[in-house]
């Protein structure tokens, strides 16, 4: 995917895709967001396994060798964001990850980013996500973009956590 930049306000928005080379900007940016977000929502125990259960060096490299595309998103030089997908059939996306810095919600970089990556998938036909069912701003920011809740499920995660989410889908028109 080229890099290619998109109005968002008055916020230059320029979308790229991440390789391994890029690996320790998105666990830097986990790092910040999760630790900004997530507090209220789940312990910080938590969050501390699950950043190194999906972002360290290893893990964000296994995700990326198994077929995860992931794409950042930059203000300017300013790295602002990621998302993160996979291919499960023809048409049929999976949505693993999906963040912008706390510090840049609520003036449109999410409904931008989010648009411009999957507005350029042509045999899209479902996105499938996860989100925990206690992360109301995610789940109505996806309500927004035309998702529904599909599923109500609760995932084993190891060391006595568990992952209590929605299973939520979006189907193209």
Known sequence: MSEVMYLCKVINLTIKEADSGDIDLIYS???KIWRAHYPSIITMEQIEYMLQMMYSKEA???QMDEGQHFLLAFNGELPV???SYSI???GDYFLHKFYVDTERHRNG???VFFNQVFSG????KTIRL???RKNYKAINFYFKQGFIIEEVK???IGNNYEMNDFIMLYKRN
């Open 88 to 90: 499960k059939d023809t």
């Open 109 to 111: 970089i999410g409904s």
């Open 29 to 31: 940016l986990a790092d």
């Open 130 to 132: 996860t989100v925990n």
């Open 121 to 124: 998938f042509e045999d899209l």
């Open 81 to 83: 964001g990621y998302i």
């Open 60 to 62: 964000l490299k296994k």
């Open 154 to 156: 609760d995932f084993d």
